[in-house]
């Protein structure tokens, strides 16, 4: 994951780039995206993929687990992820936390066996319920801003007379996520939180590979 491209780009490049895949990254609003390709192949090979660790200090990666994957298979790629230019850093940052979901997603063998399953179409539509996939990006958005709490105190103060601080903008950027009221984006994200306060974040995303969706 850490060879793949971030690309900052202005709006138009973004929404034009993001046109028909259904996918608005960081919420309703399109400002971030994850671009992915699939192919066919017949060679013989095996795949490591990273394990995704929440601690106090954010998200990691550890050493994953090796899948083989046959002699008759097909790929998934990451080629690039997008992210609107000119944001505040709280929320650049998560949205890239947002897009780093999908892309491990993606990534994972268990994306190509569940579109394969579903009938979805290569490129990615139909592997993972949505809801649940954008809940769960959303919910590792919501962990990150919630990791910056305290970190550099000085900005809980405003700055210049009338401007917002970056504490003030974190606030309310979680705000806006706890609050947002889609069904895709909103209910997925409670429904993604309910579960990580009684599972983690490790368990949520191994369901999501294995099944395709939420438990219940």
């Not at 490049?13 to 994850?34: A, I, Q, S, Y």
């Amino acid at each position: 994951m850490s060879k793949i491209p971030i690309l900052s780009v202005d709006y138009g490049t973004l929404n034009e780039r993001g046109r028909g895949t259904g996918h608005h990254g960081g919420g309703p609003v399109t400002r971030g995206l994850c671009l992915t390709e699939t192919t066919s192949g017949s060679a013989a090979s095996s795949i490591t993929v990273p394990r995704l660790v929440w601690t106090d200090r954010g998200l990691s990666v550890a050493a994953g687990s090796t899948f083989d994957l046959g002699a008759s298979r097909s790929e998934a790629y990451v080629t690039a992820i997008l992210v609107l230019s000119g944001l505040p850093e709280a929320l650049t940052g998560s949205i890239l936390a947002h897009e780093a979901i999908h892309a491990w997603l993606k990534l994972h063998p268990g994306y190509l066996s569940l579109l394969q399953r579903s009938g979805g179409i290569m490129g990615g539509e139909g592997a993972f319920d949505r809801q649940a996939e954008e809940g769960v990006c959303q919910l590792v958005a919501h962990l990150y801003l919630s990791s910056r709490e305290g970190r550099r105190a000085a900005e809980r103060t405003r700055g210049e007379e009338g401007d917002i601080s970056d504490e003030g903008l974190r606030k309310f950027f979680l705000f806006s996520i706890e609050k947002e009221r889609s069904e895709i984006y909103g209910d997925g994200f409670r429904k993604a939180a309910e579960l990580y306060r009684s599972l983690g974040l490790e368990p949520i995303l191994q369901i999501l590979v294995e099944t395709g969706e939420f438990p219940g």
